[in-house]
């Protein structure tokens, strides 16, 4: 019998910035045994407040932020998520919920059997999460490489 160790559970997102104030936002994630990478662009400034807001107590319902291809005859909504974040209160002790979508690129071309995709969910904290928010503004802000939360369970 073979036995794995899993580290630990997380989310971490680096931003690399293009000179029209957009940029390709990468995450990776792992949470119980499962782990996965994917990227989209996003605009820096849209970023920045979305981050900021994750600093917010109680969180706003449906705080989330979503990326990929969109529809070219709705160009607001998305056609194929690439990256989704998805942040929530988990009971009444302070407990945060992060879900995770991360996807590969369909292409025309692509089977859409052979794309690779996971959804994951970690817990965490407020206060964790609080400092998650000042990292990720900063990281959307090109002053820091890498901004990661990592889980923990209340008992």
Known sequence: MVSIAWAASFVAVE???????TG???????SGGFAGRGAAY????????????LDEFPLPR????????????APYELEEELVGLRFHAVG??????????LAGECW???RPESVSEVRLELLTTYERL???????????????????IHEEVLI
């Open 15 to 21: 931003f690399v910035e293009s000179s029209d104030g």
């Open 24 to 30: 390709q936002l990468q995450v990776y994630a792992q």
């Open 42 to 53: 996003f605009d820096a400034v849209h970023l920045i407040e979305f981050a900021g807001s």
């Open 62 to 73: 449906g705080l989330e932020l979503a990326g990929g291809f969109s529809s070219r005859e």
């Open 92 to 101: 009444g002790r302070g407990q945060v919920g992060i879900g995770v979508h």
């Open 108 to 110: 025309p071309d692509t």
């Open 130 to 148: 609080r400092i998650f928010s000042g990292d990720f503004v900063a990281v959307a802000r090109g002053q820091l490489d890498r901004a990661e």
